[in-house]
C-alpha cells in the first residue's frame, strides 16, 4: 500500500480515533475513487465504521459494469483493493454515478452495510470552495486554460467566482450543488454534462482538458 492517509475516524461512541485510508499499488480509478471519498468523509468529520476488532469486509460492486472492489477495515485502518477476491462481509451494488447510492439491497451484514455505505455518501463543500479545490488540482494540468469561471444563481441573483488570470478562459454554469458536485470530484464532469443540467462555455479542445482535469480530482492522481 503506497498512500495513505491519516484522519480522525467518527463514529457513534463518544471517542474519536486515528485511521489509515490505504490504497493498493497501481489502483484502478474504482478504488481510486472510493479511497479518495474515504478521505474526504475521514476529513469532514464523516461518521467512518467504528473501529473493528478483527477484519471486517465489504464487497463494492458497481451495478451497470463489471468494476468491483473491497474494503477492509480492521482496526485503526482501512484498506481498498480491486476485485472481491475474498467471500465479503457485507456486498453493495452502487450508482457509481450518483455518488455510490445503492442501486440494489445490500447482502450480509447489515450493519456494515450501512456504515460503508454513510462513508462513502460524505457531504460535498460549499461551491466556492469546491471551486478552489478543483483549480488547484487542476491548474497543472497541460492546456488548461487561464481562467476557470463558475457561476451559478443565488438568492440575490447571479453569482460567479474567477479564478486564475490571462488570455483564456473556460465557464462552467449551474446549481451550486451541482457545481460542487463536479469541482470536489463527487460527480464526473461528462456525465453530468450528458444530463444536461450544467452549462459550458468554451472549446471542444478545452472541454477536453477540463475532463481530464475532473478526473485528476476525482480518481485524487
Known amino acids: 500500500m503506497t498512500e495513505t492517509t491519516t484522519a480522525p475516524a467518527v463514529s457513534g461512541a463518544a471517542h474519536a480515533t486515528e485511521v489509515d485510508i490505504r490504497i493498493e499499488d497501481d489502483a484502478t480509478p474504482l478504488v481510486r475513487l472510493i479511497g479518495r471519498t474515504l478521505r474526504d468523509a475521514a476529513r469532514a468529520g464523516h461518521a467512518l465504521p467504528a473501529p473493528q476488532e478483527s477484519a471486517a469486509t465489504v464487497a463494492i460492486r458497481s451495478h451497470d459494469t463489471p468494476q468491483a472492489a473491497t474494503i477492509t477495515f480492521s482496526g485503526g485502518a482501512v484498506d481498498v483493493s480491486s476485485g472481491v477476491l475474498v467471500e465479503p462481509d457485507a456486498t453493495l451494488t452502487v450508482d457509481l454515478n450518483a455518488r455510490f447510492a445503492s442501486a440494489a ?110 478526473w485528476k480530482v476525482r480518481y485524487d492522481v
Open 105 to 214: 439491497e445490500p447482502s450480509g451484514d447489515a450493519d456494515l452495510a450501512a456504515g460503508a455505505l454513510l462513508a462513502l455518501s460524505p457531504p460535498v463543500p460549499d461551491w466556492r470552495t469546491a471551486a478552489e479545490h478543483f483549480w488547484n488540482a487542476a491548474r497543472s494540468v497541460p492546456g488548461i486554460p487561464d481562467m476557470l469561471i463558475a457561476v451559478t444563481e443565488g438568492p440575490e441573483g447571479l453569482e460567479q467566482v474567477v479564478l486564475g488570470e490571462g488570455p483564456t478562459h473556460y465557464l462552467i454554469a449551474g446549481a451550486p450543488e451541482t457545481l460542487a458536485g463536479v469541482f470536489s470530484g463527487a460527480d464526473d464532469l461528462l456525465a453530468v454534462l450528458s444530463s444536461g443540467v450544467l452549462g459550458i462555455q468554451g472549446t471542444l479542445s478545452q472541454l477536453s482538458v477540463m475532463i481530464g482535469a475532473s
